[in-house]
């Protein structure tokens, strides 16, 4: 193996082929170029998954219990439960339907969720994502908090006007909703006033047509999730406010979990349904979403591919110097097998050759990917908010994912040269010197 080794060096920087040496260095180049782009991009759409995954599971939950019925009695039984089950975090009822909303300039579909105060800031990031109450802009843990708990009966110093003295139940909606709802003056402000309507609570009028049943509400607060569907379309009331706009009693729609380890929802769905009767059955976060990651696993893994073609064109290069380098040092390889050297001596040297030229590359694309991957990282470069859900890009190094990228790397090279060796391999000490 030494031997090969010394051969194949003396080939890569031997004056005599400046034309090899040249190639040699655009190889090099190639392959540094293909692994560069390959771990910036892998890494970048690693972020994007990874940041639209915890806003996801940021507005629901890891775990969610359901029963055959669509609202059902005795949840806070079954909440303790679920509750005292190994891995599981924190447990919470809730309640919901989907509704129309309206203000004063508008109207919109959405879905209205009925929480349980105390403890739904356990279970997601509600608490988290607000950002306007009674007293304006949310600073601090504190004042979110107090948001939530006050849901039920918002304070008085949210009125727009002295006049406007009505108590009424709180609700809080995204950003988006709140400037949709609004009107040529601004968006939704906390304490306005909005109507939900359900259109078939009211029960059947004179003609037999169902009666819609409205309940007004007020603002009590704003949240700002980042993803456009939420912020859009989710509302949240008190759980007892929600039980008495649906009049379904004292009935959930189901139970939010959060687990300990969020990889670990598969077999503690199994756990948690063998704690319930049979009656309940449970959805993890990866089903509810399944189509989405799937089509971003989909989506890194052909873009690695096509990416991976940059190294593919580097390979080439690397079976035209390997050929070049057969051709040119044919007088050579035949003494070499004249003094003894085996066919297996001679195919060694030529994938060493391509080998170090795989090695150089991966690893000096490896370190330009990393600092890329760093700089992108430490000065985050903008993105547009109107087009994307984030200010800036996202990025996540996967060291596994780096050693994937730089065994592939590798493994194309190395693959390059077995043609070139197995030629070289061929040649008989009479072939290149039977001129001579």
């Given at each position: 193996?030494?031997?090969?080794?010394?051969?194949a060096?003396?080939?890569?920087r031997?004056?005599?082929?400046a034309?090899?040496?040249?190639?040699?260095?655009?190889?090099?180049?190639?392959?540094?170029?293909?692994?560069t782009?390959?771990?910036?991009?892998?890494?970048?759409m690693?972020?994007?998954?990874?940041?639209?995954?915890?806003?996801?599971?940021?507005?629901?939950?890891?775990?969610?219990i359901?029963?055959?019925?669509?609202?059902?009695?005795?949840?806070?039984?079954?909440?303790?439960t679920?509750?005292?089950?190994?891995?599981?975090?924190?447990?919470?009822p809730?309640?919901?339907?989907?509704?129309?909303?309206?203000?004063?300039?508008?109207?919109?579909?959405?879905?209205?969720?009925?929480i349980?105060?105390?403890?739904?800031?356990?279970?997601?990031?509600?608490?988290?994502?607000?950002t306007?109450?009674?007293?304006?802009?949310?600073?601090?843990?504190?004042?979110?908090?107090?948001v939530?708990?006050?849901?039920?009966?918002?304070?008085?110093?949210?009125?727009?006007?002295?006049?406007?003295?009505?108590?009424?139940?709180?609700?809080?909606m995204?950003?988006q909703?709140?400037?949709?709802?609004g009107?040529?003056t601004?968006?939704?402000?906390?304490?306005?006033?909005?109507?939900?309507?359900?259109?078939?609570?009211?029960?059947?009028?004179?003609?037999?047509?169902?009666?819609?049943?409205?309940?007004p509400?007020?603002?009590?607060?704003?949240?700002?999730?980042?993803m456009y569907?939420?912020?859009t379309?989710?509302?949240?009331?008190?759980?007892?406010?929600?039980?008495?706009?649906?009049?379904?009693g004292?009935?959930?729609?189901?139970i939010?979990?959060?687990?300990?380890?969020?990889?670990?929802?598969g077999?503690?769905?199994?756990?948690?349904e063998?704690?319930?009767?049979?009656?309940?059955?449970?959805?993890?976060?990866?089903?509810l979403?399944k189509?989405?990651?799937?089509?971003?696993?989909?989506?890194?893994?052909v873009?690695?591919?096509?990416?991976?073609?940059?190294?593919?064109?580097?390979?080439?290069?690397?079976v035209?110097?390997?050929?070049?380098?057969v051709?040119t040092?044919?007088?050579?390889?035949s003494?070499?097998?004249?003094?003894?050297?085996?066919?297996?001596?001679i195919r060694?040297?030529?994938?060493?050759?391509?080998?170090?030229i795989?090695?150089?590359?991966?690893?000096?694309?490896?370190?330009?990917?990393?600092?890329?991957?760093t700089?992108?990282?430490?000065?985050?470069f903008p993105?547009?908010?109107?087009?994307?859900?984030?200010?800036?890009?996202?990025?996540?190094?996967?060291?596994?994912?780096?050693?994937?990228?730089?065994?592939?790397?590798?493994?194309?090279?190395?693959?390059?040269t077995?043609?070139?060796?197995?030629?070289?391999?061929?040649?008989?000490?009479v072939?290149?010197?039977?001129?001579?």
């Amino acid at each position: 193996m030494r031997f090969a080794l010394m051969v194949a060096m003396s080939h890569l920087r031997g004056r005599r082929t400046a034309g090899v040496s040249a190639i040699s260095l655009v190889s090099v180049v190639g392959v540094t170029v293909g692994v560069t782009a390959l771990i910036m991009v892998l890494a970048v759409m690693e972020g994007f998954e990874i940041d639209l995954r915890n806003k996801i599971l940021g507005s629901n939950a890891h775990l969610v219990i359901r029963h055959v019925d669509h609202n059902f009695a005795g949840y806070e039984s079954a909440r303790d439960t679920v509750a005292g089950v190994p891995g599981v975090a924190a447990a919470a009822p809730f309640l919901y339907t989907e509704a129309m909303i309206q203000s004063s300039k508008a109207a919109s579909g959405v879905l209205v969720k009925g929480i349980d105060l105390e403890r739904t800031s356990e279970v997601t990031n509600l608490v988290d994502n607000m950002t306007q109450g009674a007293m304006g802009e949310l600073s601090s843990v504190e004042e979110r908090q107090a948001v939530i708990a006050q849901l039920r009966e918002p304070p008085r110093s949210i009125f727009q006007q002295e006049s406007d003295t009505v108590e009424l139940p709180g609700l809080i909606m995204g950003e988006q909703l709140a400037k949709y709802l609004g009107d040529h003056t601004g968006p939704l402000k906390v304490g306005d006033k909005v109507h939900v309507i359900n259109p078939v609570g009211g029960g059947t009028g004179p003609m037999g047509a169902p009666v819609p049943h409205v309940r007004p509400f007020r603002v009590a607060g704003i949240f700002h999730s980042g993803m456009y569907e939420y912020d859009t379309k989710w509302t949240y009331v008190a759980m007892s406010d929600l039980q008495k706009f649906l009049k379904v009693g004292d009935k959930a729609t189901g139970i939010e979990v959060r687990v300990d380890d969020i990889d670990s929802v598969g077999w503690l769905k199994g756990l948690v349904e063998g704690e319930l009767e049979p009656l309940f059955y449970a959805v993890h976060w990866k089903e509810l979403n399944k189509s989405l990651f799937e089509a971003l696993a989909l989506e890194k893994v052909v873009m690695g591919l096509i990416l991976s073609l940059i190294v593919m064109v580097a390979s080439l290069n690397i079976v035209g110097m390997l050929i070049l380098v057969v051709v040119t040092r044919s007088r050579e390889i035949s003494i070499l097998r004249a003094m003894g050297a085996s066919g297996g001596k001679i195919r060694a040297v030529f994938m060493l050759e391509g080998l170090l030229i795989g090695v150089v590359g991966t690893i000096v694309g490896t370190g330009l990917g990393l600092l890329g991957c760093t700089a992108l990282e430490r000065y985050k470069f903008p993105l547009d908010t109107d087009v994307y859900y984030l200010d800036a890009l996202p990025v996540v190094v996967q060291y596994d994912t780096v050693g994937l990228v730089g065994l592939a790397a590798v493994g194309i090279c190395f693959a390059a040269t077995l043609y070139p060796a197995t030629i070289a391999a061929g040649i008989r000490p009479v072939d290149g010197l039977r001129y001579e």
